[in-house]
C-alpha cells in the first residue's frame, strides 16, 4: 500500500517550474528539480498523511549523483533515522551526462530490518551532484509503501475455533471463555523443588537409621560370659603372657608391689581393675624382678644423663670441624665419614647479542599510509574534505571510483551501513569509521 504525502514541510532549492509539491501526485511529466545550477545540495521535507512504518521505496533520479533517504518521529522530529542511501551516477557519468534518468526499486530485504518496526511522521530527501555543476538535478518521483494487516474477526483460542453467535442472543466472548478456563484450572504453581528436598530427607534419615541398626552387633564380653558360666578359676588365675609383658601391666605389678609394702598384705588385682586379698603369701618373685629390669632399662633409653648428651654433642662438632677429611675422597679415620662433595663450577653463558634485525625500525608519519588505498561512503563537506585531507597526509592514496577489479580499494571509509560502495565492497575492502583516521592522526601511529 502507497503511504500518501500530506505536505511539504521545507525545501532547501527548487525551481519555479518544478517545484517540490508535484513529487505528491506522482505524476509522469512533473519532476522536482535545484533552483540553479551550480548547487551542491538541496533537501526536501514532507509529511505523512498518517504515521505509518516504510516497507518499500521507489525512487525516480534526475541527473543526482547520491540520494539519501532519513525520517523522523512525532517524539523525536530532530533525531533523523537513516532509510536509504543510495548512489546513482559515479563522477564520471554525471560529468558526461550519462544515464541521468533511472528507477531503483527498495523492497522489504533492501532495508533495515530494525527501521522498518518504526512508525514515522514525516521524511527527509537530500539530493547530491558535484560533478557537473551546469545541469539542474533532483528526482522525478518517489514513492513509499507500507504493508497493510487484514483483521478477519475471527475468534480462535489456540488450535480451536469459537463458535459465533447471532446478534440476537447474547454474545459470548472469548475473554470470558478465558476468564472461566482460568477459573478452573489453579493459578498457583506447586513448589515442586521444596516438596523434593523434604522426601530426600526424610529417605535418607529412615536409610541412615536402617543402616545403623543392619550394622550393630552386640558386645561380646568373653570374660563376663565366663564369670556367668562359673568359671571363675579361669578369670582370675591364668593369665596371657602378652598381657603380663605390656607396659600397662607392669605398670600395675609396680603399684601392687607398692601396695604390699605399704600394707605388709599380699595383693592381687581382677582384669578389671579389684584388689582381691590372696590367701597363700607365695609371690612370684622372678616375675617382679624382670618387671623392675625392663622399667629401669626403658627409663634409661628415654631420660639421658647429662654426660653423655655433652659427649653426643662433642662428637658432632668433631665431625663438623674435621680438618683431615677436607682434601680426600676417602673415609677419615678420625671422624669416619666421607667429605662433603663439591659443587661444580657452572659454565658461562655466552652473552647473547642483540640482534639490530628484530629491532623494527619507526615509520615517518608521513608513511604510514603508504599501502593503503582508500574511498569514502555517506559523508558529507566539509567533513568529507577533513577526513581525505588527513589521510593523504599519512602517505594513503585516494580512489574516487573504486571496483573490484582494476581500482581496488583496501580501505572504504564509511559513515553507515547498506551504502552503495558498502554493497560493492564488502567482502573485498576492509571497512572502518572515521574515527580509524582520526586517531592514528592524532596518535601519529598506525
Known amino acids: 500500500m502507497i503511504i500518501k504525502l500530506a505536505k511539504v514541510i521545507n525545501c532547501s532549492s527548487e525551481h519555479p517550474s518544478y517545484p517540490a509539491s508535484n513529487l505528491l501526485q506522482h505524476r509522469s511529466n512533473s519532476s522536482w528539480r535545484c533552483a540553479k545550477p551550480g548547487e551542491m545540495l538541496a533537501t526536501v521535507i514532507f509529511q505523512f498523511a498518517e504515521p505509518s512504518c516504510i516497507t518499500g521505496l521507489d525512487i525516480g533520479n534526475y541527473r543526482s549523483c547520491v540520494v539519501i533517504v532519513t525520517a523522523s518521529t512525532s517524539t523525536e ?17 554525471a560529468a558526461n551526462d550519462k544515464f541521468k534518468d533511472q528507477v531503483q526499486i527498495f523492497t522489504k530485504k533492501e532495508l533495515n530490518p530494525e527501521t522498518i518496526k518504526l512508525k514515522f511522521d514525516r521524511v527527509k530527501i537530500t539530493c547530491m551532484q558535484s560533478a557537473n555543476l551546469k545541469v539542474l538535478f533532483g528526482l522525478s518521483f518517489i514513492v513509499f509503501k507500507t504493508e497493510v494487516v487484514v ?9 480451536f475455533k469459537l463458535k459465533q453467535f447471532e446478534e440476537d442472543n447474547n454474545k459470548f466472548s472469548m475473554n470470558d471463555f478465558k476468564e472461566k478456563y482460568l477459573k478452573m484450572t489453579d493459578n498457583k504453581k506447586p513448589d515442586y523443588k521444596g516438596e523434593l528436598i523434604a522426601k530426600i530427607k526424610e529417605t535418607s534419615m529412615n536409610n541412615f537409621s536402617k543402616r545403623q541398626e543392619e550394622n550393630r552387633e552386640l558386645m561380646k564380653r568373653p570374660l563376663l560370659e565366663k564369670l556367668e558360666a562359673g568359671k571363675a578359676a579361669e578369670v582370675f588365675e591364668t593369665k596371657n603372657q602378652d598381657s603380663i609383658n605390656s607396659p600397662l601391666t607392669s605398670s600395675v605389678k609396680i603399684k601392687d608391689q607398692k601396695v604390699t609394702e605399704s600394707n605388709d598384705k599380699p595383693v592381687q588385682r581382677t582384669p578389671f581393675g579389684d584388689i582381691i586379698p590372696i ?6 618373685k622372678k616375675n617382679l624382678s624382670e618387671e623392675s629390669r625392663r622399667y629401669s632399662t626403658n627409663s634409661k633409653k628415654r631420660l639421658l644423663s647429662p654426660e653423655a648428651s655433652s659427649s653426643k654433642e662433642n662428637l ?4 663438623q670441624n ?6 680426600e675422597d676417602k673415609i677419615c679415620k678420625n671422624c669416619g665419614r666421607l667429605p662433603q662433595p663439591k659443587p661444580s663450577p657452572k659454565p658461562e653463558k655466552p652473552m647473547e647479542k642483540r640482534s639490530l634485525k628484530t629491532q623494527k625500525p619507526k615509520k615517518l ?12 561512503s555517506g559523508y558529507v563537506n566539509p567533513q568529507r574534505d577533513e577526513i581525505r585531507r588527513k589521510a593523504l597526509k599519512m602517505g594513503a592514496k585516494y580512489v574516487a571510483d573504486p571496483n573490484t577489479t582494476n581500482n581496488k580499494c583496501t580501505h572504504l571509509i564509511c559513515a553507515f551501513k547498506n551504502t552503495p560502495k558498502y554493497q560493492q565492497l564488502k567482502g573485498h575492502s576492509k571497512i572502518v569509521l572515521h574515527t580509524f583516521i582520526e586517531e592514528c592522526f592524532n596518535e601519529k601511529i598506525r
Not at 543510495?86 to 557519468?93: A, C, I, R, T
Not at 608519519?365 to 569514502?376: A, H
Open 322 to 327: 674435621c680438618s683431615e677429611c677436607q682434601g
Open 151 to 159: 483483521d478477519l474477526g475471527l475468534d480462535v483460542f489456540g488450535r
Open 365 to 376: 608519519f608521513s608513511k604510514l599510509f603508504e599501502d593503503i588505498k582508500f574511498s569514502l
Open 77 to 93: 522530529p530532530d533525531n533523523w533515522i537513516p532509510i536509504v542511501n543510495y548512489q546513482f551516477l559515479s563522477h564520471d557519468e
Open 316 to 319: 658432632i662438632k668433631k665431625k
Open 279 to 284: 590367701s597363700s603369701s607365695k609371690i612370684n
